[in-house]
């Protein structure tokens, strides 16, 4: 079945840096946007970034300028290289597929990013 395998998550303090992996299997992952969301205690899920297949990405404004989304499409792996994370930014992170043109998606088992203070 599809697995959708996030890492890279822990406990940094305000300024420093990390860098999320998640691993993509049993999908062609050229036919996938991939995405990060985070959802931090009592609030709703939302988006940090999208890349398509050919590079294309998007991202909240909340992280511009501080996030980077990347994807090796040879190793089915999707980045999110984080910056000058502040505590805002603790949060549970997690990866998603989503098929360009049926739109059915999968998602991962999320990876606790903590930002101190």
């Known amino acids: 079945q599809v697995q959708l395998v996030a890492s890279g998550g822990g406990l940094v303090q305000a300024g420093g840096s990390l860098r999320l992996s998640c691993v993509a299997s049993?999908?062609?992952?050229?036919?996938?946007?991939m995405g990060w969301y985070r959802q931090a205690p009592a609030k709703q899920r939302e988006l940090v970034a999208t890349i398509t297949s050919g590079g294309r990405t998007n991202y909240a404004d909340s992280v511009k300028g501080r996030f980077t989304i990347s994807r090796d499409n040879a190793k089915n792996t999707v980045y999110l290289q984080m910056n000058s994370l502040k505590p805002e930014d603790t949060a549970v992170y997690f990866c998603?597929?989503?098929?360009?043109?049926?739109?059915?998606?999968?998602w991962g088992q999320g990876t606790q990013v903590t930002v101190s203070s």
């Open positions: 049993e999908i062609i992952f050229s036919f996938y946007v």
């Open positions: 998603n597929a989503q098929h360009w043109a049926t739109f059915r998606d999968y």
